[in-house]
């Protein structure tokens, strides 16, 4: 992991950022340095994730559905979140505000983390196992792996059926989250996170979900002629909305 920290007045949040890459390659720049250099400049600590691929989650191999029998990718965000919270005032930064963001596979994970934090996926190691790896919010962005019918066929598949995969299961436990996707997004479609979204307020967790007509995939904050390119504002506000930032 890499610390990033913010510049201009500290407000004492944090921010682990999970980039996408479909659990095979990380989009280190456009979903990772590049949302850290957002973050900082609202002042916020930005911790960027490097976490195990390929195959660390479900993903594509020799053209079908890949599960790996040990969830690798979820092993890495358990433990760094508990080693942010542990050293926390080390970084300046509150124990109590330490989120979650992550884009597409990244998405997933971070998702993942939102709904897997009662028991960690792995053997603990230190302290900083003991301490909780439960996110204070999350912000999720075109996230994919989350939809259960996503690998059925188009043609058959019901798109109204908002179903999770079972390794996503939200409880009331589930922290806080702001949720960004187009719909003409043709990598992950806008149903995973419609199925995010309705379980979140099924569980009564409260949720923002912003849902654009363009943007495609992996828009990241890079400049767009789209409205779609105005998210970051909205996220900054949902932030302020929680008390997260002032």
């Not at 992991?1 to 989009?27: D, E, K, S």
């Not at 897997?116 to 999720?140: E, G, H, L, Q, T």
């Not at 996503?150 to 390794?167: C, N, V, W, Y």
């Not at 996170?193 to 363009?214: G, R």
Request: net charge negative.
């Amino acid at each position: 992991m890499t610390i990033y920290a913010p510049t201009g007045a500290n407000t004492g949040a944090a921010v682990m950022v999970l980039p996408g890459g479909g659990y095979q390659f990380l989009a280190m720049d456009l979903e990772g340095t590049e949302i850290c250099d957002w973050l900082t400049s609202r002042g916020i600590t930005c911790v960027l994730l490097k976490y195990r691929v390929p195959e660390s989650g479900p993903t594509y191999r020799d053209g079908k559905r890949y599960y790996p029998p040990v969830p690798t990718a979820l092993q890495d965000a358990q433990r760094t979140l508990g080693l942010i919270r542990k050293s926390a005032k080390e970084h300046g930064i509150d124990p109590n505000k330490i989120g979650v963001m992550g884009f597409s596979a990244g998405g997933h994970l971070a998702a993942a983390l939102s709904t897997n934090f009662a028991k960690r996926a792995y053997r603990s190691i230190d302290a900083a196992d003991v301490v909780s790896c439960r996110p204070d919010f999350a912000m999720i962005a075109y996230p994919g792996h989350i939809w259960a019918h996503e690998d059925e066929e188009a043609k058959s598949r019901d798109p109204s059926d908002l179903k999770l995969r079972g390794d996503i299961i939200v409880s009331l436990e589930t922290p806080p989250t702001f949720i960004i996707h187009a719909e003409n997004d043709d990598t992950d479609s806008v149903q995973q996170s419609l199925a995010y979204y309705i379980a979140l307020k099924e569980a009564d967790v409260p949720a923002e979900m912003h849902i654009y007509a363009e943007g495609g995939h992996a828009f990241g904050v890079r400049p767009t002629k789209s409205s779609i390119g105005n998210w970051p504002k909205l996220a900054e506000q949902w932030l302020r909305s929680i008390n997260v930032i002032q």
